[in-house]
């Protein structure tokens, strides 16, 4: 059934987008006008850094560590790009005094577009005091929030004057997400060709994906505002890491703000797809830096901008947990990866000289 169809039974379909329009603003602090339902985050990229990436003689400010479906949305047209770099490993943070004083040179950016957290690494940024040093400096402030939902409380994203989620990022279907426009942001337009979404992006909404959007974040929140289930969680994501770093591992990224289930691991031997298939061996799907880049041979953006060295980031693999991971899992994968470790080490060990 097509919402915008004049029939009476597409009113229900209507009535439903709707409601789930304005429980998805409720969860947002925002107003349903403010809501665009998109494919996916990177349509909601396209649709706000597209905009302004057509823009002459402005500039648009990212940082270092951003999604590909921000760096090349912003580049994709004539407006310039400058890169805000990110405290360097072990933290690998915006630093909101930096971005002030970026704001206080010229030319000053039409807007700034700074992520909540880091898909690779799982760090956070300081997403409040970035809306604040924006809002002071009245540059309109747009936030990558897809790794954030569904893993830490909404609240912090309030002021951002422009937001980005995906479905799939907190237990909804694959191919549905969402902008929230503030009005700082001016009148955008996305894909064309149908008055849908208040004439911002044309296309029949998925209503059915849109449902079961909103139904996962109704659900992820229950986990994400029980502070108890979430210290948990960080608590079994610091044992794993404290048994992996004794083991000599690295880990990318920041100690003190990251996502309680994601984990950049540096080993200290061993090809990552080397991990990656002898992990899949014993039943753990883990990725190689930024899944969105596996089979391109080069290092990850992200942890150049780390300043970590090259030799090690080829090496990095990248282990999210969901929130039905339970402490055993973490322990098991440790098990896995003390395994592998003696067994890689014991292959790339020199072979011994025996005299005769
Ligand atoms: N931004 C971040 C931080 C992501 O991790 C992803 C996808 O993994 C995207 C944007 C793109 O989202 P989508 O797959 O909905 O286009």
């Given at each position: 059934?097509?919402?915008?169809?004049?029939?009476?039974?597409?009113?229900?379909?209507?009535?439903a987008l709707?409601?789930a329009r304005?429980?998805l603003?409720?969860?947002?602090?925002?107003?349903?006008?403010?809501?665009?339902f998109?494919?996916?985050?990177?349509?909601?990229?396209?649709?706000?850094?597209?905009?302004?990436?057509?823009?002459?003689?402005?500039?648009?400010?990212?940082?270092?560590?951003?999604?590909?479906?921000?760096?090349?949305?912003?580049?994709?047209?004539?407006?310039?790009?400058?890169?805000?770099?990110?405290?360097?490993?072990?933290?690998?943070?915006?630093?909101?005094?930096?971005?002030?004083?970026?704001?206080?040179?010229?030319?000053?950016?039409?807007?700034?577009?700074?992520?909540?957290?880091?898909?690779?690494?799982?760090?956070?940024?300081?997403?409040?005091?970035?809306?604040?040093?924006?809002?002071?400096?009245?540059?309109?402030?747009?936030?990558?929030?897809?790794?954030?939902?569904?893993?830490?409380?909404?609240?912090?994203?309030?002021?951002?004057?422009?937001?980005?989620?995906?479905a799939?990022?907190?237990?909804g279907?694959?191919?549905v997400?969402f902008?929230?426009?503030?009005?700082?942001?001016?009148?955008?337009?996305?894909?064309?060709?149908?008055?849908?979404?208040?004439?911002?992006?044309?296309?029949?909404e998925n209503y059915p994906g849109i449902a079961a959007m909103v139904?996962?974040?109704?659900?992820?929140?229950?986990?994400?505002?029980?502070?108890?289930?979430?210290?948990?969680?960080?608590?079994?994501?610091?044992?794993?890491?404290?048994?992996?770093?004794?083991?000599?591992?690295?880990?990318?990224?920041?100690?003190?703000?990251?996502?309680?289930?994601?984990?950049?691991?540096?080993?200290?031997?061993?090809?990552?797809?080397?991990?990656?298939?002898?992990?899949?061996?014993?039943?753990?799907?883990?990725?190689?830096?930024?899944?969105?880049?596996?089979?391109?041979?080069?290092?990850?953006?992200?942890?150049?901008?780390?300043?970590?060295?090259?030799?090690?980031?080829?090496?990095?693999?990248?282990?999210?947990?969901?929130?039905?991971?339970?402490?055993?899992?973490?322990?098991?994968?440790?098990?896995?990866?003390?395994?592998?470790?003696?067994?890689?080490?014991?292959?790339?060990?020199?072979?011994?000289?025996?005299?005769?």
């Amino acid at each position: 059934m097509n919402p915008s169809s004049p029939y009476p039974a597409a009113s229900r379909v209507r009535h439903a987008l709707d409601a789930a329009r304005e429980e998805l603003a409720g969860h947002l602090d925002a107003r349903p006008e403010e809501i665009v339902f998109t494919s996916g985050a990177t349509e909601a990229a396209n649709l706000v850094l597209g905009h302004f990436a057509r823009q002459r003689e402005q500039t648009l400010l990212i940082g270092a560590t951003e999604h590909p479906c921000i760096r090349e949305s912003a580049q994709s047209g004539v407006a310039k790009v400058d890169i805000l770099p990110v405290q360097p490993q072990p933290d690998g943070r915006i630093a909101p005094l930096k971005l002030a004083e970026r704001l206080r040179a010229k030319p000053r950016p039409a807007l700034v577009a700074i992520m909540a957290a880091n898909n690779e690494t799982g760090t956070e940024n300081d997403v409040e005091a970035i809306a604040r040093v924006c809002r002071e400096a009245q540059v309109p402030f747009l936030c990558d929030a897809v790794q954030w939902i569904g893993k830490r409380p909404l609240g912090a994203l309030r002021h951002a004057d422009g937001l980005l989620g995906s479905a799939h990022k907190f237990g909804g279907p694959k191919g549905v997400g969402f902008a929230r426009l503030g009005a700082a942001l001016g009148d955008l337009r996305g894909a064309r060709g149908g008055q849908q979404e208040g004439g911002r992006r044309g296309g029949t909404e998925n209503y059915p994906g849109i449902a079961a959007m909103v139904a996962a974040l109704r659900s992820a929140q229950a986990t994400v505002e029980d502070a108890q289930a979430i210290a948990t969680r960080e608590a079994w994501r610091s044992r794993f890491l404290e048994r992996v770093r004794g083991l000599g591992f690295g880990v990318a990224g920041s100690e003190a703000a990251n996502l309680w289930n994601t984990v950049l691991l540096l080993p200290p031997l061993g090809e990552r797809m080397r991990w990656v298939m002898r992990l899949a061996k014993r039943g753990f799907a883990v990725s190689t830096g930024s899944a969105c880049s596996t089979g391109r041979e080069s290092a990850s953006a992200v942890l150049q901008a780390l300043g970590i060295p090259d030799a090690t980031a080829r090496r990095a693999i990248r282990i999210s947990s969901g929130r039905e991971s339970s402490e055993s899992d973490w322990q098991a994968l440790a098990d896995a990866i003390e395994c592998i470790l003696a067994d890689l080490s014991a292959e790339d060990a020199p072979a011994t000289v025996v005299r005769i």
